[in-house]
């Protein structure tokens, strides 16, 4: 699903014509209209609006299936505001805010020093996780699952 049929959905779903959306959100009914039609599509900032006002995941709000994961630090990307931003200002589906905004990485870093940077949330991922992975254990297995994603396909710092 595009993002103009998930605005034109969350709009009939909530029983609004295209002026009570406006209304809502505190833009012109024309500029739904715009949305929906696909001639132009919300800024960041509205995709977060929206996402608040009409209670839409960030996942089903872009149009994907499933909330996705960074492509670099393997974060999910859940609410709007985890997403980083293209060069043109638009929500990057693969990367998280942390590592890539306004088209470009943030942080100059191998793969190794991203599985360092990882490990200072060990103890949060274990305990929302029903884990208990050890420092040891947990770079294992972050060498060989950060390789699988984008950014890091083909690195020379291979586990």
Known sequence: MTTAEVLLDIRKGNNLTQDEMAEKLFVT???VSRWENG???PTIDMLKTISLVFEVSAATLLGLSEAPICQ???MPLVNIVD???NSDATISTEYCGHCYSEGAF???RSLEEMV???LRFLEEFNAGNGTSYSE???RTVLKIHLQSL???QGSQNKA
């Open 150 to 152: 984008k950014r890091w």
């Open 83 to 85: 997403f980083g931003t």
């Open 29 to 31: 009914r024309q500029a």
């Open 39 to 41: 001639e132009t599509t």
């Open 106 to 108: 943030t942080h100059d």
């Open 72 to 74: 670099s630090c393997a």
């Open 136 to 138: 040891e254990e947990a």
């Open 116 to 118: 360092e940077s990882n």
